[in-house]
């Protein structure tokens, strides 16, 4: 079974202008119309079993509504992260009702959201998420068509999970379309989660061999950033990655993501959530 744990969808009635300013905006290419059913079918061509959604809240307004889509999405074959504004924070009350609907974990994106990740008046959120068992997954490095500074880079990260290392912390992008060096020296080899979402096949392979090898297969999982990349051809990239065992590979597209997630890594959690 597989799952890409990092997928973007929008609501179908501003999907197609959303993905047109991002592809505008980024210079990048859409491989799917953004919407719940243009992704329900790049997962049948790909072959993928569950997809994760990972919404942002660019405004602290935003946030009842896009939780309340989010919610309504969620059915067999599509998960999806829980959002918050970092400037008007959830309770602990809130966060525990959230991961009792099933929303294990928040996406943030330090760029979009206006905070530095390692900004200390952060901390006592990530120790909240942390203290309700639920885990960050942080946009990473540089995101194209927006401007510096970069808010997420892999050493702000490697403060943050310095500082409070109960939080999980999964990391975009592996550490950062771009800063792969810095990911090299800041990140590799701690306990932190790295996602392969749209630099899987872009990154040199010198990096990517020395990622997959010197990270632990237990702390990277399997993403596309779709429709920033096509799916079907993620999955049959990593599923070719000759220097992978099949166990890691095992780990990295499924069981690793079915824990973050809460799922019983047995398959009958995730064979429910699938059907």
């Not at 997962?43 to 569950?50: F, K, Q, R, S």
């Not at 991961?99 to 530095?116: A, T, V």
Request: charged letters at 25%.
């Amino acid at each position: 079974m597989k799952i890409d744990f990092h997928t973007h969808i929008y609501p179908d009635h501003v999907a197609r202008q959303t993905v047109f300013t991002v592809q505008q905006r980024a210079g990048i290419d859409a491989y799917s119309d953004g919407t719940l059913e243009g992704l329900k079918r790049s997962m049948t061509a790909a072959g993928i079993d569950l997809s994760v959604i990972a919404a942002v809240a660019t405004k602290p307004e935003q946030v009842p509504s896009i939780q309340r889509w989010l919610t309504s999405i969620r059915q067999p074959g599509i998960e999806a992260m829980a959002v918050m504004h970092p400037a008007d924070p959830l309770s602990s009350e809130q966060m525990r009702a959230l991961k009792g609907e099933g929303f294990r974990g928040f996406k943030f994106h330090p760029d979009y959201q206006g905070f530095f990740v390692d900004d200390p008046r952060m901390y006592p959120l990530y120790e909240a998420i942390a203290a309700e068992g639920m885990f960050v997954l942080f946009h990473a490095g540089m995101d194209r068509g927006l401007p510096c500074p970069i808010h997420a880079t892999p050493k702000r990260l490697a403060t943050v999970h310095k500082a409070i290392p109960e939080l999980t912390i999964i990391a975009a992008h592996l550490g950062g379309e771009g800063a792969y060096e810095e990911t090299a020296e800041h990140l590799l080899g701690q306990n932190i989660y790295l996602d392969t979402s749209f630099v899987l096949r872009r990154m040199p392979g010198k990096f990517r061999e020395r990622f997959f090898k010197e990270h632990r297969a237990d702390r990277l999982v399997f993403a596309s950033d779709s429709p920033w990349t096509d799916q079907r051809k993620e999955i049959h990239f990593f599923l070719q990655i000759p220097f992978l065992s099949d166990s890691d590979k095992e780990k990295i597209c499924f069981s690793n993501a079915a824990q973050l997630l809460g799922l019983d890594t047995k398959r009958k959690d995730v064979e429910r959530a699938c059907q």
